[in-house]
């Protein structure tokens, strides 16, 4: 037998987790359902569909950025104060 026919023979199929960030082999499908199964959709946090569209334009970069107001402009405590004031120091 040549080495040729021999790596032909022996070569195993792996099943790659594709989930993000995850880069874990499996010889088996059933233990990649298994893997994800247990290490991703168990731990997933439930979210709507709007939800998720819009964690998915974050991700990519889409859409328009947010500006904030500068602190000192007003006095009051907004989400966009507070951030300015906490860049500011």
């Known amino acids: 037998m ?3 026919d021999f790596s ?3 070569s195993v199929d792996l ?3 594709r989930w ?3 880069s874990d082999t499996f010889l088996s499908k059933n233990e990649l359902v298994h893997h994800v199964l247990d290490h991703h959709v168990q731990n997933s946090v439930p979210c709507s569909r709007r939800e998720y569209a819009l964690s ?3 991700e990519e ?3 328009q950025s947010f500006s904030f107001p500068h602190a000192e402009n007003t ?3 907004t989400l966009g104060n507070v951030v300015g004031k906490l860049i500011s120091l």
């Open 2 to 4: 040549s080495q040729a």
């Open 8 to 10: 032909e023979s022996q």
């Open 15 to 17: 099943h790659m987790c």
């Open 20 to 22: 993000k960030w995850c």
């Open 56 to 58: 998915r334009k974050i």
């Open 61 to 63: 970069g889409e859409g």
């Open 75 to 77: 006095g009051s405590k």
